[in-house]
């Protein structure tokens, strides 16, 4: 078996694994009858063609995995969810979405994120300037909350709420989930859409300029979102923003600190930073992999696969095929150009694709500027036990402050 996912090794480094796979068998079958896309060219192909879907329950074997979410809140939610729907379903709620990520609204809320990130760091300094510092607890899961949770209008006094909630709803993109993890999720999104539900209320009366506003305002102009579907994307967005994010800063920061000499090119040339971003996402992608459903037979890099299929695009294979990047292994802050697929494609291409570039940004950007020098404690790192996600648990950094 080229490709074992659960391989504790494939954990800590992917990257080889998914070399030896791409190399012998760029669409691969498991035992289980899943498909599995490595090349970049194909994954493209898969996200763009039409007769591959997002909707799972259009995968033959979806009945085997359905035992753990049938008739849940959860799987009530994940339905009415936008990733999980293909058109024409799919198209009108992404319109009324996309209402609410703009680039002029982006900007509008640029400053509240710079303050977020410094008003973090400023916490970490007033706690004695501390020399260790275990970045994913003190930064990188934090700030990404305080950000989506902003731009949906939510308090800060329930950030440690619905932390707490969107990380036990991650699970649901993981093969690997338990029953017992599927019930914590379940119970967790309960509390949320009661939550959430109850901010749209308040909004209906005194409404806002963020999220939930511009999502009630975009139903009372005459398009159907029913209350059930507003919440229901909105916690996709907290989920989707929030995890995603945090693991982008943790693996970017860890191979930037692993990288000295492009952290230095880095900061010698601070115009770098967009590109710096890009090559993060293509490097070590926080989203390992997307799913597709296969409405009919059809075929992928020559091979034929059946109606029903599930197929999965490796995205950190794609990201590192040496027929689009040369010198794929190497982490280049100016990579140019650098067509990755860490965000997917196609009409599910990430609709907070912009949104996080400024997150990664301006996190970047404010931890420069504070730490003078960075070390990674090796022996401390840990990854965490997913295979669709890929972040640390713990990112223990040795730091010199300014
Ligand atoms: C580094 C951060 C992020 C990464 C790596 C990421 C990655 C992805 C990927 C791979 C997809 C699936 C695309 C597909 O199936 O083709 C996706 C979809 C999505 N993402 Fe993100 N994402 C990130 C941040 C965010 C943020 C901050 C938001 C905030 C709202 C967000 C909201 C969404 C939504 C709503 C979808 C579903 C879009 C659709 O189905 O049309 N993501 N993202």
């Not at 074992?4 to 669409?27: K, S």
């Not at 965000?343 to 912009?354: D, E, K, R, S, T």
């Amino acid at each position: 078996m080229p490709l074992d996912l659960r391989d504790p090794a494939y954990r800590i480094d992917p990257y080889p694994t998914l070399a030896r796979a791409r190399e012998a068998e760029p669409v691969h079958r498991d035992s289980w009858g899943i498909w599995y896309v490595l090349r970049h060219a194909d994954v493209v192909a898969v996200q763009k063609d039409a007769r591959l879907g997002r909707d799972l329950r259009k995968w033959l074997g979806y009945a085997m995995v359905r035992p753990y979410l049938a008739d849940s809140a959860l799987e009530r939610c994940i339905e009415q969810w936008m990733f999980s729907l293909d058109p024409p379903a799919h198209t009108r709620l992404r319109k009324l979405v996309a209402r609410a990520f703009t680039p002029r609204a982006l900007e509008a809320v640029r400053p509240f994120i710079v303050a977020a990130a410094n008003e973090l760091l400023d916490e970490l300094e007033a706690s004695g300037r501390p020399e260790a510092v275990e970045l994913m607890t003190a930064f990188a899961q934090a700030f990404p909350v305080r950000v989506i949770a902003h731009i949906l209008g939510l308090s800060i006094d329930d950030y440690a709420a619905l932390k707490a909630w969107s990380d036990a709803a991650i699970i649901v993109v993981e093969p690997t989930a338990r029953r017992k993890q599927m019930q914590a999720a379940d119970a967790a999104v309960i509390e949320m859409m009661q939550y959430l539900r109850a901010q749209a209320a308040r909004r209906r009366t005194t409404p806002g300029n963020d999220v939930i506003s511009t999502l009630l305002r975009a139903a009372e102009d005459g398009d159907t979102l029913s209350e059930e579907e507003l919440i229901s994307q909105l916690v996709l967005m907290f989920v989707a923003g929030h995890e995603t994010t945090a693991n982008l800063i943790g693996n970017g920061m860890l191979a930037l600190a692993r990288h000295p000499a492009e952290l230095e090119r880095l900061r010698a040339d601070p115009s770098l930073m967009p590109a710096a971003i890009e090559e993060m996402l293509r490097y070590d992608p926080s989203a390992n992999t997307n799913a597709r459903a296969a409405h009919v037979e059809l075929e992928i890099g020559g091979i034929t696969i059946p109606a029903g299929s599930l197929v999965i695009n490796m995205l950190g294979a794609a990201n590192r095929d040496p027929d689009v990047f040369s010198d794929p292994d190497r982490f280049d802050v100016g990579r140019a150009p650098n067509p990755h697929v860490s965000f997917g494609g196609g009409i599910h291409f990430c609709l907070g694709a912009q949104l996080a570039r400024i997150e990664g940004a301006v996190a970047f950007e404010a931890l420069l500027a504070r730490f003078a020098s960075i070390e990674v404690d090796e022996a401390g790192v840990l990854w965490k036990n997913l295979i669709n996600v890929r972040g640390l648990e713990s990112l223990p950094l040795r730091v010199g402050w300014r």
